[in-house]
């Protein structure tokens, strides 16, 4: 469940008096969904239970996150940073985190969430309609067209953006990107592919020049 590099053996508790903060940020968006508290035995938990668990300060025990509302944070890894005195949670929110409703407890979405991190969101909901196929939906009838149809959908875009680019104003150029952003999601979904597996490649040839 943890990054194979952390060493928990690294933490300090007494820094707290046994209990460390605990940042929970969103695995796939890098929203920061909420902050509690952990001590050894709330790692311990969230670790084995794959749910993300706090030591609540004023009812005195362990407190899993959503045990109530069933919104609960699904653990997707866990870091410790350079002191050895914060924990860092990676974690998929099954419903909104904050008991106001919001998907943060810090504001809405548009408000902590980096800028690109829709793209990540807008993903994972390519990847839920290719497996699940909902009827009604556009981008079900994509995936049931097939491959060559959604090839075809990402070249006519492509050529509209480029239109756009030098014929059209900022709105119009802007439209046509969106569109054909998420045509080739759905190309590269298709596929087998993620957003993720292009960022990659993108982040290794950086690294290369």
């Given amino acids: 469940m943890s990054d194979l590099n952390t060493d928990f053996s690294r933490l300090d508790w007494s820094k707290g008096d046994g209990l460390l903060p605990a940042i929970v940020q969103h695995w796939l968006t890098g929203e920061v969904l909420m902050l509690g508290y952990m001590n050894a035995e709330a790692l311990a938990h969230s670790l084995s239970s794959a749910q993300v668990t706090f030591f609540s300060r004023s ?9 109530s509302s069933g919104h609960v944070l699904a653990l997707k890894s866990a870091r410790i940073d350079c002191d050895g005195d914060t924990l860092l949670l990676q974690a998929e929110p099954q419903g909104p985190t904050c ?23 807008l993903d994972r909901l390519v990847e839920q309609r290719a497996a699940e196929r909902p009827a009604g939906s556009y981008t079900t009838r994509l995936f049931e067209d097939g491959i060559r149809r959604i ?3 990402v070249g006519e875009e492509g050529v509209e953006t480029a239109l756009a680019a030098v014929v059209q104003d900022d709105e119009a150029l802007l ?9 080739l999601m759905v190309a590269l979904r298709a596929r087998g592919l993620s957003t993720s597996d292009v960022c990659r490649v993108l982040e290794a040839r950086h690294q290369s020049s």
């Fill in 59 to 67: 009812k005195q025990r362990l407190w899993t996150k959503g045990e």
């Fill in 99 to 121: 008991h106001l409703g919001t998907s943060s407890c810090f504001g809405e979405r548009a408000d902590v969430a980096p800028p690109l991190g829709f793209l990540a969101t």
């Fill in 151 to 153: 090839a075809q959908k």
């Fill in 175 to 183: 439209g046509e990107a969106a569109d054909l952003v998420f045509h």
